[in-house]
């Protein structure tokens, strides 16, 4: 079955960066296209972007973009979120997606603090 782990969140002072992963399995990753979110309390999941199967092209949210950058490695099976000149407003739980076995697949997800 499809399963996603998300890993690197943690505490990060304004202006810091960090880099999340998204360990893949139990689907052929280099297959699908893959997304990012986060979700913080009473709000819903705000997509930040999506980079396709091959990797190319990736694509992030207005709201994001510029700071944040997706990536792949087909050959690990592992997502990336590289994430730069954090702010406050962007603590909140990271999560990858996957739309595979015709529904729509979520890890536990990362939490990202980002506070002095």
């Known amino acids: 079955q499809v399963q996603l782990v998300e890993s690197g969140g943690g505490l990060v002072q304004p202006g810091g960066s960090l880099t999340l992963s998204c360990a893949a399995s139990?689907?052929?990753?280099?297959?699908?296209?893959m997304r990012w979110y986060r979700q913080t309390p009473g709000r819903e999941r705000e997509l930040l972007g999506r980079?396709?199967?091959?990797?190319?092209?990736?694509n992030t949210e207005d709201s994001v973009r510029g700071r944040f950058t997706i990536s792949r490695d087909n050959v690990k099976n592992t997502l990336y979120l590289q994430m730069s000149s954090l702010r406050p407003e962007d603590t909140a739980v990271y999560y990858c997606?996957?739309?595979?076995?015709?529904?729509?697949?979520y890890g536990q997800g990362t939490q990202v603090t980002v506070s002095s």
């Open positions: 980079i396709d199967a091959d990797g190319l092209s990736p």
């Open positions: 139990g689907f052929t990753f280099s297959n699908y296209a």
């Open positions: 997606n996957v739309y595979a076995d015709f529904r729509d697949n």
